[in-house]
C-alpha cells in the first residue's frame, strides 16, 4: 500500500499527475495518471478512494482508459472496501444528557462546576468537572485529552495482545503511531509504523484487536489479495462479524 510520502517522491521524478475521468455504466472513475519510466501499466486504489495509474511514458490515452474500464468492477469494489472503515461517528456537540461512546458502552454527559478540571466515569456518565462556567468548548478539550489518554493505554495493551499471533511470520514489530485521522480507523505505512485513529477507543476491545490485526496482516501482505485474507481468516476467524460491530457500533 503506497503512503503518502512515497508518492509525493515519486511525483517529483514523475511529474504532476494528469487529473481525468472514464464512463462506466451510470458511474465515472475518477483517477490520476502518472507516466513514467516504466514497461507495464499499474492501477491503485488508496485508502481515501483516490485511483492512481502509473502507466509507460508513451502509453496510448485511448489504450490507458480501456484497461481502466477492464478493471472498473475491481476499482469500485475498492473504493466501497476502504469506505467501509471510514469512521462514522457522528459529530457531538458536548452538552449535558448527550451520549458519548467508550470501549463500546454509551455513557451520558454531564457537565460540572469543580475545583480542577477532570473527567471521571460515574455510573454510567461521562463526569466533566471544569473550573468556572462549564462550557462545551472546555468539556470538548477534556474529553478529547481523555480520550487520547486512555487510547494509548488500550491500544499498547490490544498491539500486544494482537502481536503474539504473528510473531512466527518472519516480519519485523511495528511501531504504534496514536493521532486522529479523518477517514481510517488504521494504516500501515511503509517504514513499519501502525497508526491508529484516537476515535477506535470508542470502539468495543474486541473491535480495537481486530483493526489493529487488520494491520499487521499487512506487514505480509500490502494488498487485499488473496493472501491477505487467508492470512486474517487464520489469525483472526470471526473477523467479519467484529467488522460489522465496529460498522455498526459507532454510528
Known amino acids: 500500500m503506497m503512503t503518502d510520502d512515497v508518492l509525493k517522491a515519486e511525483l517529483k521524478i514523475s511529474g504532476t499527475p494528469c487529473a481525468s475521468m472514464v464512463p462506466y455504466g451510470s458511474k465515472l472513475i475518477r483517477y490520476q495518471l502518472i507516466r513514467c519510466a516504466r514497461k507495464t501499466m499499474e492501477i491503485a486504489v488508496h485508502p481515501d478512494g483516490t485511483v492512481i495509474v502509473k502507466a509507460p511514458l508513451q502509453s496510448d490515452i485511448t489504450l490507458i482508459k480501456k484497461k481502466i474500464v477492464k478493471r472498473a468492477r475491481w476499482i469500485l469494489g475498492q473504493q466501497h472496501y476502504f469506505k467501509q472503515f471510514n469512521p462514522k461517528t457522528p459529530l457531538r456537540c458536548y452538552v449535558n444528557g448527550e451520549t458519548?461512546?467508550?470501549?463500546?458502552?454509551?455513557?451520558?454527559?454531564?457537565?460540572?462546576?469543580?475545583?480542577?478540571?477532570?473527567?471521571?466515569?460515574?455510573?454510567?456518565?461521562?463526569?466533566?468537572?471544569?473550573?468556572?462556567?462549564?462550557?462545551?468548548?472546555?468539556?470538548?478539550?477534556?474529553?478529547?485529552?481523555?480520550?487520547?489518554?486512555?487510547?494509548?493505554?488500550?491500544?499498547?495493551?490490544?498491539?500486544?495482545?494482537?502481536?503474539?499471533?504473528?510473531?512466527?511470520?518472519?516480519?519485523?514489530?511495528?511501531?504504534?503511531?496514536?493521532?486522529?485521522?479523518?477517514?481510517?480507523?488504521?494504516?500501515?505505512?511503509?517504514?513499519?509504523?501502525?497508526?491508529?485513529?484516537?476515535?477506535?477507543?470508542?470502539?468495543?476491545?474486541?473491535?480495537?484487536?481486530?483493526?489493529?490485526?487488520?494491520?499487521?496482516?499487512?506487514?505480509?501482505?500490502?494488498?487485499h489479495g488473496s493472501g491477505f485474507y487467508k492470512l486474517l481468516d487464520s489469525v483472526l476467524p470471526d473477523w467479519e462479524k467484529l467488522k460489522h460491530k465496529l460498522e455498526i457500533g459507532m454510528v
Open 100 to 223: 458519548h461512546l467508550y470501549l463500546g458502552r454509551k455513557y451520558r454527559l454531564r457537565l460540572v462546576d469543580g475545583k480542577e478540571n477532570s473527567v471521571r466515569l460515574m455510573r454510567g456518565r461521562f463526569l466533566v468537572a471544569m473550573q468556572g462556567e462549564p462550557t462545551s468548548e472546555a468539556a470538548r478539550k477534556l474529553l478529547d485529552n481523555w480520550y487520547r489518554e486512555k487510547a494509548r493505554l488500550h491500544f499498547s495493551e490490544s498491539m500486544d495482545r494482537c502481536w503474539k499471533k504473528f510473531r512466527g511470520f518472519d516480519v519485523e514489530e511495528p511501531t504504534l503511531l496514536i493521532r486522529r485521522m479523518r477517514s481510517r480507523w488504521g494504516s500501515l505505512s511503509e517504514n513499519g509504523t501502525v497508526t491508529l485513529n484516537t476515535d477506535l477507543i470508542r470502539a468495543p476491545k474486541e473491535c480495537i484487536d481486530y483493526v489493529v490485526t487488520h494491520e499487521l496482516c499487512h506487514l505480509k501482505y500490502p494488498d
